[in-house]
């Protein structure tokens, strides 16, 4: 069964970087995508990027361009997403997904990670 | 950036009765939505994609509809587990957004 297991959870300070990573299972990691998500407490979810798994080819959202950095290892079969300069904004859960489509970017999410909570505090 | 908005905010309806829930988007996407539910502590789970198609192992008194601009999500004869947050999200592109979510709540 496809199965997403992200790392703990991480608690940073303000400027800080977290790196969040995502090992996947039960299919052929390198033949999807991998996008993230992130939900701030209590609030809705949001887009942060994606990347290929075969290629690495990256896409981020154009917020979190220049702050944060995609990559995979298809050795572990594991994505990782890392966020620079952390802002008390940042406090988030943050979710890898698998992208339903074999090989493409549909932007459709069928497996998602349980989540990891990144707090940023002083 | 494509703004998804969804109402009610929050939905009260007794198991067994029917939920509908709107989701409009602020440019026509085609049929490029899709539904989440998301219950307390858990990752959202996919319902249904391409407005209308249930995903994997989604029971049939799931259903979505509409195009363009006004989609919705029913539920006919609501269970016990159904009671949580749904949020829809546009995938037509970049960036991908989501609607703000409905809590549907037992009444």
């Known amino acids: 069964q496809v199965q997403l297991v992200q790392s703990g959870a991480e608690v940073k300070k303000p400027g800080a970087s977290v790196k969040v990573s995502c090992k996947a299972s039960?299919?052929?990691?390198?033949?999807?995508?991998i996008q993230w998500v992130r939900q701030a407490p209590g609030q809705g979810l949001e887009w942060m990027g994606w990347?290929?798994?075969?290629?690495?080819?990256?896409n981020y959202a154009q917020k979190f361009q220049g702050r944060v950095t995609m990559t995979r290892d298809t050795s572990t079969s594991t994505a990782s997403m890392e966020l620079s300069s952390l802002t008390y904004d940042d406090t988030a859960v943050y979710y890898c997904?698998?992208?339903?489509?074999?090989?493409?970017?549909?932007?459709?999410?069928?497996?998602w990670g349980q989540g990891t909570v990144v707090t940023v505090s002083s | 950036e494509m703004l998804m908005t969804q109402s009610p905010a929050t939905l009260s309806v007794s198991p067994g009765e029917r939920a509908t829930l709107s989701c409009r988007a602020s440019q026509s996407i085609g049929s490029n939505l899709a539904w989440y539910q998301q219950k307390p502590g858990q990752a959202p789970r996919l319902l249904i994609y391409g407005a209308s198609t249930r995903a994997t192992g989604i029971p049939a008194r799931f259903s979505g509809g509409g195009s363009g601009t006004e989609f919705t999500l029913t539920i006919s004869s609501l269970q016990s587990e159904d009671f949580a947050v749904y949020y829809c999200?546009?995938?037509?592109?970049?960036?991908?957004?989501f609607g703000q979510g409905t809590k549907l709540e037992i009444k």
């Open positions: 999200q546009h995938y037509n592109n970049w960036p991908y957004t």
């Open positions: 990347i290929k798994a075969d290629t690495g080819k990256t």
């Open positions: 997904a698998r992208d339903v489509l074999p090989g493409g970017d549909s932007g459709v999410f069928d497996y």
């Open positions: 039960g299919y052929t990691f390198s033949g999807y995508y």
